[in-house]
C-alpha cells in the first residue's frame, strides 16, 4: 500500500461533532455516593420472592469494578482503555452510532463476514461499502489496499476488521493490520474484531494501540470462555474514545448476576480450565479438518484459527440435511457471498465431532 499525503486527524476528530462533548444520561449510579439507606433510585425497598441472594433490586454498577478489573487483566489494558457491554453487538452499535453521521458517513466492511457490522451501519443510515475478501489459495484475505481506499476516496469512518474471521476463519497478520493503519494516518478508526482470538496464534492488535490510537478492538467472553448467555462484551481503545462512547451507551448495560458469573468465570481456576479447553479445540480442529478433507463430497476445507471450520461441499443441501438427521445442527452460509456451497461447523467435543464424521460419511456412502 502506498503512503498518501494526507493531513493526521485526531481521534476526536473522527467522532460526530455533536456528540464531541456529550455528556449522556446521568443515572443515579453515576455519582460515587455513600449512605446505608439508598433512595436515589425508586428501586423496591424489597428483594423478589425469587431473589434468593437479594442483589437485583438495585440497579447494577453501570461499570462493575471487579469485571473491569478482572478484563483489564485479562486483556492486559488499563481500566480506563476498557468498555463493557453487552457483548460484541452493543460495542459495535455503539461505534457505528457514535461515529457516523446519519446518511452522511460511511462504514467498510468485508463480505462474508459477521452480519452485524451491515445491520449497525443500515440501523443508523450508514452507507456500507463492502469490500469483499479475496478467495485465494491460502484461503480467504482481505483486500487491504481496497480498503484503503474506500476510506480515503470515499470517507468512510470506520473499517471492520474479523480477525479471525467469521465465517471464514483466517487471521489478518498484525503486520498487515499495521500496514493498513500507517497507510489510513488517523482517517479512519479500525475496530478489529476479535471474538475468536483465544484460538489464534496471531498475536492481538491491542499491542499496536501504543502507536495508534486510531486502533480498537472487541473482545468477548461469548467464545473461548463459554459465557455467550452472560452477554459481556468489550472495546478496547484510547481512554478519550472510551469516554465518548460510555456516555452514548444506556445506563445499565450489565446485569448484576451476569457481572458476577463472568468474575467468577475469569478466576485463575476457571481459566485454567478455559485455557485447557481451547487446547482441546485446537486438537480436534487439527484432526477434523484433517478427517473431513479427504471424504469425497467436501469440496474444501479452509485453514481455521477459530473454533469452527468453512467447508464447501459438492452438495451442501445433502449435507446439510445429513447431519440434521443426525441431530447435528451446523451453519448454513450458503446465503453469503461467495458461499453458495458452504457450510460452518463449529469445533464439538471429541464425540461430537465423531458424530458430525459419522453423518457425512454415511451421506456420502449412501450417495
Partial sequence: MSQPDVKQRDLLELVRPDLRGFGGYKSARTEDLRGDVWLNANESAWSNP??????????????????????????????????IGRGSDEAIDL???????????????????????????????????????IDGPE?????????ANAVLEQGAKLVFLCSPANPTGAAIPLAQIEALLQTLQGRALVVVDEAYGEFSDVPSATTLRVRYPEVAVLRTLSKAHALAAARVGVVIADPRLIAVLRACQAPYPVPTPCAELAVAGLSPSALAATRARIATVIEERARLASALSVLPGVRRVYASDANFLLLRFADAEAAFRALLAAGVVVRDQRSAPQLDDALRITIGTPEQNARVLAALNAQTVAA
Fill in 50 to 83: 425469587a431473589d434468593a441472594n437479594a442483589t437485583s433490586r438495585r440497579y447494577p454498577d453501570p461499570q462493575p469494578v471487579a469485571l473491569k478489573a478482572a478484563l483489564s487483566s485479562l486483556y492486559g489494558c488499563a481500566p480506563d482503555e476498557l468498555l
Fill in 95 to 133: 461505534l457505528v452510532r457514535t461515529l457516523c453521521v446519519a446518511g452522511q458517513d460511511a462504514v467498510v466492511a468485508t463480505p462474508p463476514v459477521f452480519g452485524m457490522y451491515a445491520v449497525s451501519a443500515r440501523l443508523q443510515d450508514a452507507k456500507l461499502i463492502a469490500v469483499p475478501l
Fill in 139 to 147: 484461503g480467504f484475505a482481505p483486500d487491504l489496499d481496497a480498503i
